[in-house]
């Protein structure tokens, strides 16, 4: 949400630049979405002016699976 306010956005605003309701906006910002997908992360940051990034590494023992 922070990204959105920053970049002067609007959830209604957000919402017809990803062809998407504001309510799907409201949701994915609140963590409620639970068919939520790394592309729609993605799309997200892409229309707030911010590009996605990932980092893979090896578990360690004792690290949470989940």
Do not use: N, P
Request: glycine share 10%; charged share 30%; proline share 0%.
């Amino acid at each position: 949400m922070l990204a959105r306010v920053a970049a002067g956005l609007t959830q209604a605003q957000l919402a017809a630049r990803l062809k998407c309701s504001q309510s799907r906006i409201s949701k994915l910002e609140d963590s409620r979405d639970v068919d939520l997908k790394i592309g729609d992360i993605r799309d997200y940051a892409g229309a707030v002016g911010l590009k996605l990034g990932a980092r893979l590494r090896a578990a360690v023992k004792g690290d949470s699976a989940s």
